[in-house]
Structures are given as C-alpha cells and as structure tokens.
C-alpha cells in the first residue's frame, strides 16, 4: 500500500491478447461508458466539495476521499480496457480488486494538507493538461497501430503497449492530482509511483473461455466468466 497521499500504478503485459474481443472493444465498453458518465459528474461535485473542505480545514472527508478513489481506479480499469492494456472485463465498481490485472493502488489521505497548496491548485493544473493533451495524441496514436497489431498477431508489441502504459499512467496520476487525492506534482517517471510495466509478462484470463499463457510457459484452457467475474 503506497504512503498517505500517494498512489502506484502497474499494467503488466499479456502475452496474447484476443482479436474478437479487441475488434469489438469500444462496443463491449458502452455499458461502462454510461456508468462512467454518470459517476464523473457526481464525482465532480464531490471534488468541489473537498476542495472547500480543504481549503477551510485542511483536511480531505473521510467520506469523499473514498468516493473519489473509488471512482479513479474504476475510471482507470475502464480506459485500460478500452485503450487494450488488458483483455480482462472491469467490474462495475471502484473497489480494490487485487485479481484484476490492471492494479492502482492510493494511500490513505493525509493527515493535513496545504490550504495555500489547495488554492493554487488551478495554476500547475494549466501545465498538467498540457502535457495529458500532448501525451493523448501519442497515446491515440499508439493504440491505434496497437489495435493492428493485436488484431492481426493476436498480442500487443512490447514497444507499443509500454506507449500506452506510460500515457496511462501520467493520466492516472494527473486525476489523482486533479481530484485533489495527491498533493506530488504527476512526474513522467512511472517508477516514482509504482512501475507501469513489470518486466516479465502475466497470465491473464481470456473473456471467451481460454487461458492466456505467460510468457515461456504451457497452459491447457479453463472456463471463464465474460464479465471477470
């Protein structure tokens, strides 16, 4: 569990990836779409709240940090999907779920934050979506060509799903910044809040029932519930 204020993120590489599921994925991802809509907007509002919490108190409601975490990692599994850093089918919901291959993990909140901090928050936030809206254009970019590959090898090249993994990652941390959930600035060095990509890939359930392997290894098949469940 990272330290208070503090989030790690970590997108481990599938050896193969499925082409059916791949070709249809922004469909497959219209459920979450809707529910995503809808929570960000309650989310919104519970940022403002917690920014006038901040601000007066310097402190984060117990209440509202939960609820805006939980829609950070929910917002987090959905785009991992959808951008085909994972085959696996995110659940609909925002709770920590440590089988799910996709993992962000946030720390407790602070016990005091900076209430001069809170009120500035808006100028650095000018430079972070710079940089996110710079970073869209290499991410559309790389899971455009990804969307390719895995269609046609039925596996993301190593090159491009670290691509993703990095842009994902400075969105991720760029939200929690945003969300006033980190007070830490998003830096372009993944390993500074968790690595983006492991160096040895993982065994991750295909959505129609087969097993995918690991790298180097020799798995038979077992059944699994479209939906990750």
Same mark, same amino acid.
């Given at each position: 569990?990272?330290?208070?204020?503090?989030?790690?993120?970590?997108?481990?590489?599938?050896?193969?990836?499925?082409?059916?599921?791949?070709?249809?994925?922004?469909?497959?991802?219209?459920?979450?779409?809707?529910?995503?809509?809808?929570?960000?907007?309650?989310?919104?509002?519970?940022?403002?709240?917690?920014?006038?919490?901040?601000?007066?108190?310097?402190?984060?409601?117990?209440?509202?940090?939960?609820?805006?975490?939980?829609?950070?990692?929910?917002?987090?599994?959905?785009?991992?999907?959808?951008?085909?850093?994972?085959?696996?089918?995110?659940?609909?919901?925002?709770?920590?779920?440590?089988?799910?291959?996709?993992?962000?993990?946030?720390?407790?909140?602070?016990?005091?934050?900076?209430?001069?901090?809170?009120?500035?928050?808006?100028?650095?936030?000018?430079?972070?979506?710079?940089?996110?809206?710079?970073?869209?254009?290499?991410?559309?970019?790389?899971?455009?060509?990804?969307?390719?590959?895995?269609?046609?090898?039925?596996?993301?090249?190593?090159?491009?799903?670290?691509?993703?993994?990095?842009?994902?990652?400075?969105?991720?941390?760029?939200?929690?910044?945003?969300?006033?959930?980190?007070?830490?600035?998003?830096?372009? /060095?993944?390993?500074?809040?968790?690595?983006?990509?492991?160096?040895?890939?993982?065994?991750?359930?295909?959505?129609?029932?087969?097993?995918?392997?690991?790298?180097?290894? /020799?798995?038979?098949?077992?059944?699994? /519930?479209?939906?990750?469940?």
């Amino acid at each position: 569990m990272p330290a208070p204020g503090e989030l790690s993120f970590s997108a481990p590489r599938a050896d193969t990836h499925s082409r059916v599921t791949a070709f249809f994925r922004f469909f497959l991802a219209i459920p979450h779409f809707i529910l995503w809509y809808l929570w960000a907007i309650v989310a919104g509002v519970a940022v403002f709240i917690a920014w006038f919490a901040l601000l007066f108190t310097g402190r984060y409601p117990a209440g509202l940090y939960s609820f805006v975490s939980s829609f950070t990692r929910y917002n987090t599994r959905v785009f991992a999907y959808v951008y085909l850093l994972s085959d696996r089918y995110p659940p609909f919901s925002g709770s920590v779920d440590e089988a799910y291959p996709i993992e962000l993990q946030i720390g407790p909140a602070k016990e005091s934050y900076s209430r001069l901090w809170v009120f500035f928050r808006i100028i650095p936030l000018i430079a972070v979506s710079i940089i996110n809206y710079a970073l869209s254009i290499v991410l559309a970019f790389s899971v455009f060509f990804g969307w390719f590959a895995v269609l046609f090898l039925g596996r993301m090249p190593e090159g491009l799903h670290n691509a993703i993994a990095f842009c994902v990652s400075f969105q991720v941390r760029a939200s929690a910044y945003g969300a006033l959930l980190v007070e830490k600035f998003p830096s372009f /060095d993944a390993s500074g809040d968790g690595p983006a990509t492991p160096p040895a890939p993982v065994a991750e359930p295909s959505p129609f029932g087969e097993t995918t392997p690991a790298a180097g290894s /020799d798995t038979g098949t077992a059944g699994t /519930d479209p939906f990750g469940r």
